[in-house]
């Protein structure tokens, strides 16, 4: 089954063993641009005090993802030994959409995550013709399976533009509407 999660509702989620125990909390996504993907989580401590950790928990090692925790096998993986590198220039958030025949679409706000795979599948976005009046206007484009993400800008093919929604709860038909047409499988 797949469920679709904003980047930003991954935030704040406690990160839990099989065994129960409540090991970390999720503090931000880190996105790899060149992929589509998610490519891990950078953890705070849970409690009363709590501090960053200065691990990260790479998206391999997680065994799920769900709207109320993020699953590991073991605490043990969270062991610095074990970390990986994070990709630099993860971050789209406030980067212009433009088509590839150099329509401006948007601005992003949050990117879209198919929870099974990892696979960032859409942006949410503040739409270009958005008057500045009605600021809490949303909209959500979904993406081909490989883009162009510069820094300032991420481009995506004119078609996909068809299939932008405002609403997110029908937005996972959007996304495979659009791969279909595509000639892609999610």
């Given at each position: 089954m797949k469920l679709l999660m904003r980047g930003t509702d991954l935030v704040g989620l406690p990160v839990v063993t099989l065994d129960g125990d409540d090991i970390a909390e999720v503090r931000d996504v880190l996105f790899d641009g060149e992929h589509g993907a998610v490519h891990g989580f950078t953890l705070n401590k849970r409690g009363l005090l709590s501090g960053r950790l200065k691990e990260h928990l790479p998206r391999a090692q997680v065994r799920a993802i769900g709207p109320h925790a993020?699953?590991?096998?073991?605490?043990?993986?969270?062991?610095?030994?074990?970390?990986?590198t994070a990709p630099a220039g993860g971050n789209?958030?406030?980067?212009?959409?433009?088509?590839?025949?150099?329509?401006?679409?948007?601005?992003?706000?949050?990117?879209?995550?198919?929870?099974?795979?990892?696979?960032?599948?859409?942006?949410?976005?503040?739409?270009?013709?958005?008057?500045?009046?009605?600021?809490?206007?949303?909209?959500?484009?979904?993406?081909?399976?490989?883009?162009?993400?510069?820094?300032?800008?991420?481009?995506v093919p004119a078609a996909c533009v068809d299939y932008i929604t405002s609403d997110f709860e029908d937005f996972d038909e959007a996304v495979d509407r659009y791969r279909t047409q595509q000639g892609g499988v999610l």
């Open positions: 993020v699953m590991v096998a073991t605490a043990v993986e969270l062991a610095g030994d074990q970390m990986e789209v958030l406030a980067d212009r959409v433009m088509t590839d025949t150099g329509v401006q679409v948007g601005t992003v706000t949050d990117v879209v995550i198919d929870t099974s795979d990892g696979d960032v599948v859409g942006f949410e976005l503040v739409p270009a013709d958005e008057p500045d009046q009605k600021k809490g206007r949303r909209a959500y484009l979904p993406l081909p399976e490989t883009g162009a993400v510069s820094g300032e800008a991420v481009i």
